[in-house]
């Protein structure tokens, strides 16, 4: 290897080093584009909807206002009675334990009569003390969240921000994409590119279906028997039903767990209005919605799920399943389908079938036959 060659391989690989650095470095910039091209993909059907009857910019302004209106209108519903069980838990750490021990006690005293079960239970002592420790952490770190609160909400504006410039200039970007590759392979990039950005937007728009039919109807089910903080329960369900699989279990442990400090009774009557409204979702809403947008393995969804939890935490759970969308539809396009259709048998020779390759040697073996045959002809 000379010099040269040495000198261009180390660039090559600080470069590349370099590139990676800058995007472990602005990992959250890279999540929040990706966030806004995920929104912004799942409006522009609306988008362009109005865009026959108003300017495009109108257009794009009506739909983020009404997302505004929207969403404006569920944090005034939800907050208020979060915020106040909230507070009235911080205010009386005495009274939230006092409700953990009466649970547990309830709990051994149900499973001794139901089935003859006898559990040793936590010192009340214990659970007063991680009661008063846990309310002693949370204040100590709500300046932190505040501070967090504030972020998310600057990245909530800049999602906004990059989805309308995505919205103007989509079309822009995507003539400009397809000037950097050959002629011939520019209507598969383009077809590929639309399957993407219609699979994202399908998607987003049937979790937002499925979370606001779970949240709305179990809601409906807990006023109708009577659980206390229905509003709190319900959201908790609807809006962590959001990770595909295992949010609705996780929300309905959250619910279940607070509506058993209020009472046992409570507690069943939340967990079977989540099992009613499950049903539901199992066997019809998420099939049918998941179906038209991602087509992923079930298995591939868990293991997208566990990778994205283990890089991003909540965030990368949420964006696991439509970045696993993305990468399978380009390996589908550009890799799967190409090998499927090299490998796929071409020819019957006999009762042989040959694959496309064996095919092309066999006819280069051919032709060398015919070649070799001509020149002992003439040389004879």
């Known amino acids: 290897m000379t010099a040269q060659q040495t000198f261009r391989n180390t660039l090559v690989v600080v470069a590349t080093l370099a590139a990676a650095y800058i995007a472990v470095m602005s990992i959250r910039i890279l999540v929040v584009f990706l966030v806004s091209l995920i929104i912004a993909s799942s409006l522009r059907p609306i988008v362009l909807w109005f865009s026959r009857r108003i300017p495009i910019g109108l257009s794009i302004l009506l739909v983020y206002t009404l997302l505004f209106i929207s969403l404006f209108t569920l944090g005034f519903i939800i907050l208020p009675p979060v915020i106040t069980q909230l507070i009235s838990y911080l205010q009386n750490e005495n009274g939230l334990a006092a409700r953990f021990i009466y649970a547990q006690s309830w709990l ?18 214990s659970i007063t003390a991680a009661v008063t420790s846990a309310v002693d952490q949370f204040e100590a770190t709500a300046p932190s969240l505040i501070t967090e609160f504030g972020a998310l909400l600057g990245d909530f504006i800049l999602v906004v921000v990059m989805g309308v410039y995505w919205l103007t200039s989509r079309d822009q970007a995507l003539d400009f994409l397809l000037q950097l590759f050959p002629l011939k392979e520019r209507g598969k990039i383009d077809q590929v590119f639309t399957e993407v950005e219609t699979s994202l937007g399908a998607y987003v728009r049937g979790v937002v279906f499925v979370c606001t039919f779970v949240g709305v109807a179990n809601f409906i089910l807990m006023r109708i028997f009577n659980v206390p903080n229905a509003t709190t329960l319900a959201f908790i369900i609807g809006i962590t039903t959001s990770i595909p699989i295992i949010g609705g279990y996780i929300g309905a442990f959250s619910a279940v767990l607070l509506a058993l400090l209020t009472s046992p009774g409570d507690a069943v009557k939340a967990f079977a209005s989540f099992v009613l409204v499950q049903q539901v979702e199992n066997h019809y809403l998420t099939p049918r919605t998941m179906s038209r947008s991602v087509h992923l393995n079930p298995i591939l969804v868990i ?4 990778a994205g939890f283990a890089i991003g935490g909540v965030s990368g759970g949420l964006l ?41 040697d066999r006819e280069e073996a051919e032709k060398d036959t015919e070649r070799e045959d001509i020149i002992r002809t003439a040389h004879a």
């Open 108 to 125: 051994q005293q149900w499973l001794q009569t139901s089935f003859g079960v006898q559990i040793q239970g936590v010192d009340p002592a």
């Open 303 to 306: 293991v997208a799920l566990f």
């Open 320 to 360: 696991a399943v439509p970045v696993a969308s993305m990468i399978v539809t380009v390996l589908r396009a550009f890799v799967i389908e190409p090998m499927k259709t090299q490998a796929a048998p071409q020819v019957v020779d006999g009762k042989i079938l040959l694959p496309r390759d064996e095919r092309k």
